[in-house]
């Protein structure tokens, strides 16, 4: 991603992913009770996979744009 406007989306779509991810980490894993995802390791799983694809998001986003040789 080369544009700045790009760069801030994947930044924040990796954020809210993270975000998303550890919430249902967490009602998987039982310690976020009230939900019908508390106690699943369902949940666990697909809230595994969101986080470590928002930390993935996160760096491409973050990651600074080599400059061209001339």
């Known amino acids: 991603m080369t544009s700045r406007i790009g760069r ?3 930044i924040v779509v990796g954020a809210v992913a993270l975000v998303v991810g550890g919430v249902w980490i967490g009602q998987g894993a ?4 009230g939900s ?5 390791r369902t949940w666990l799983t697909v809230g595994l996979i969101v986080a ?11 990651r600074r744009r080599r400059r061209p040789r001339r």
């Open 30 to 33: 039982n310690l976020i009770p």
């Open 8 to 10: 801030i989306v994947l």
């Open 36 to 40: 019908f995802m508390t106690g699943s």
């Open 52 to 62: 470590a694809a928002g930390v993935v998001l996160i760096w491409l986003g973050a």
